[in-house]
């Protein structure tokens, strides 16, 4: 049997362009815990992009198994590398899975950004 869910937080950062040799829409998506049992969590973050007709795809998706951070080794990053230089609209949606804990279906959708980075949609 699962523990009850504390308080923990699903967090993420808008989706940018790394600034990687090849130009990249990156982004990141991590966990805090607060009072939670939790120690490590299943971290999934979906990037999506959104086609002329208004419909978002999900153009790359990471899945790490990390404990609350937001540095480098505690978080999961989904990149695509852009297809030219269109101005497109980006999001990304994070789900946190504490590992033997229930915890709530929701999931973060980080603010919509415009980027100078196609997605090939």
């Known amino acids: 049997m699962a523990d009850s869910i ?3 937080q699903t967090a993420g ?3 940018h362009v790394s600034k990687a040799k090849t130009p990249t829409a990156s982004a990141h998506g991590w966990w805090i815990n607060g009072s939670g049992p939790g120690i490590k ?3 999934t973050i979906w990037l999506q992009a959104k086609d002329s007709k208004g419909h978002w795809h999900t153009v790359a998706k990471d ?3 990390v404990k609350p951070s937001g540095g480098s080794q505690g978080r999961a ?3 695509k590398f852009c297809v030219g230089d ?3 609209i980006w ?3 994070v789900d946190v899975d504490v590992i033997g804990v229930n915890d709530s279906p929701d999931k973060l959708t980080t603010p919509a950004t415009s980027l100078k980075c196609g997605a090939g949609l």
Do not use: P, Y
Request: proline residues 0%; charged residues 40%; positive net charge.
């Open 6 to 8: 504390g308080d923990f």
């Open 13 to 15: 950062d808008r989706v």
């Open 41 to 43: 969590a299943k971290v």
């Open 63 to 65: 899945v790490k198994t």
């Open 77 to 79: 990053t989904a990149r």
């Open 86 to 88: 269109a101005d497109t």
């Open 91 to 93: 999001r990304s949606i």
